[in-house]
């Protein structure tokens, strides 16, 4: 006679059987990336020190990428952090688990920061296993960074966080490791995309260290991985405009003032009564240049801009500041443009002491307060038009016109425009024939200024 199997045992060996499956299954599914990996070393240990003394306004993390701004980022770093209340808690060959375990054994809470810099996940495709594996798959260490900003807002919910795509890695566009990069990226868009989650801005600036054909110079990382000082230089600058922005940064170029004219403020009251009408598609936004239309250009404004339903918006002498107090006071409560295109800067440069960065940082809050008044509008920002009536003018010029595209690139709906070339001869020299002050251009100069924008204003207001 068989032995009969008694029901209990059986029942309980079956779910022995089934819990042991269940932890293999959960080990083999374990993701590294989200696992708090030790990170007990001197370092760290500086680190937490310097957090504990708080007054930090602006924290990054990251891995050796970031902990090089003390090496041969140091240069860079010294002038654009020093005085920005800048901590770099970032550790050398740290993947997102080494990030976990410090954030939760540092005293986190003795800081505040205003900001918080992110780029992180290149260890953990670059980093193998025992087994030759990587160390996380790219969809592991998506998660990793997720938990990673998760926590930060968790202990600073008001602070604005520059989630950075991970740099590219390899000097071809084909290496397996910038391709394991290119998908973490991927799964980044998919989460943090356009404003997705509050008080997260995704950022690429991978664009700004390859060529063309999509190689990774030397120049910019020696060892196909780490920036060089042209390399920090490039990152500094990429991202300016939106650290400015996170610790709330001003100058007199970013501040709302009217002009005590009685002119100004005459003009200011006729174009909005104008405005009050609606039935407006362009709105043409500048200074005096922009203004002149009605006086060396009218002829060529109705060539270009009649049938348009555009409005002047050029008010003489104004400077960004200007600017943004019309557009706060304006009343556009019936319109709705479709395109606006912005000349701005020039006047800000005159007798001042003034920082190109700065009138850059004028020209991102016009175009962020025109976005925020009209969601939908194209908006076209002209670079800065040659000016030679003054020995150093063009100098300074040449200085706004080199920042502007750094604080437009992540707006939406916003194209950087350098038309200055149409002012100047076969030999590249502006001449008396097309600025007669060496500034403001006549009916010629308009004439060229109403072609090259032609099209394209065609395409925006269809």
């Known amino acids: 006679m068989k032995k009969m199997l008694n029901p209990s045992a059986y029942l309980v060996g079956v779910f022995g059987l089934l819990i042991a499956a ?5 080990f083999a599914q374990e993701n590294l990336a989200t696992t708090l990996e030790n990170r007990d070393i001197d370092r760290y240990k500086q680190q937490a020190e310097r957090m504990a003394q708080g007054d930090v306004d602006l924290l990054w993390v990251g891995d050796s990428i970031t902990h090089f701004w003390e090496g041969k980022g140091k240069e860079v770093w010294d002038k654009y952090y020093s005085e920005r209340k ?126 063309k054909d999509g190689e990774l110079p030397k120049e910019i990382m020696p060892d196909f991985l ?75 404004w109705q060539k270009y801009y009649g049938d348009k339903k555009a409005i002047n918006l050029g008010h003489g002498g104004d400077q960004t500041q200007h600017v943004l107090w019309r557009l706060e006071n304006y009343d556009f409560s019936n319109v709705n443009p479709k395109a606006a295109v912005l000349l701005i800067g020039v006047n800000n440069t005159w007798g001042r002491d003034r920082q190109a960065k700065n009138i850059a940082l004028g020209q991102r809050r016009i175009v962020k307060k025109l976005r925020e008044l009209f969601p939908e509008i194209k908006i076209i920002v002209l670079k800065v038009f040659p000016c030679t009536n003054r020995d150093d003018q063009q100098e300074n010029i040449d200085a706004i016109n080199e920042w502007t595209p750094f604080y437009m690139r992540d707006l939406p709906n916003v194209e950087v425009v350098d038309i200055g070339k149409v002012f100047l001869n076969k030999e590249g020299v502006l001449t008396k024939e097309i600025m007669p002050d060496l500034l403001h251009p006549n009916a010629v100069g308009y004439e060229s200024w109403g072609a090259a924008l032609y099209l394209k204003l065609e395409e925006l207001t269809k």
């Open 226 to 300: 780490h920036p060089s000082q042209e390399g920090y230089e490039i990152w500094a600058k990429a991202i300016e405009p939106m650290i400015a922005d996170g610790l709330g940064e001003n100058s007199v170029d970013t501040q709302p003032a009217p002009v005590d004219a009685e002119w100004w403020s005459k003009r200011f009251d006729e174009k909005n009564e104008i405005l009050k009408k609606g039935d407006v598609d362009i709105l043409m936004i500048g200074d005096s240049i922009t203004h002149g239309w009605e006086s060396a250009g009218p002829d060529v």
């Open 86 to 211: 800048a901590m770099n808690f970032a550790i050398s060959g740290d993947r997102t688990g080494h990030v976990l375990w410090r954030m939760e054994n540092s005293p986190m809470d003795k800081i505040s920061p205003k900001m918080t810099v992110v780029m992180i996940g290149t260890n953990n495709i670059g980093h193998k296993k025992d087994n030759g594996e990587m160390h996380s798959t790219p969809a592991q260490t998506v998660e990793g960074i997720q938990m990673i900003v998760d926590r930060l807002k968790g202990f600073y919910p008001e602070t604005k966080i520059l989630l950075l795509e991970v740099f590219p890695r390899g000097n071809k566009a084909d290496d397996p490791l910038r391709q394991a990069v290119n998908e973490i990226n991927k799964g980044l868009e998919a989460i943090y995309a356009n404003g997705a989650v509050e008080n997260v801005q995704l950022y690429s600036i991978n664009d700004l260290f390859l060529t």
């Open 22 to 26: 269940s932890s293999c299954l959960s």
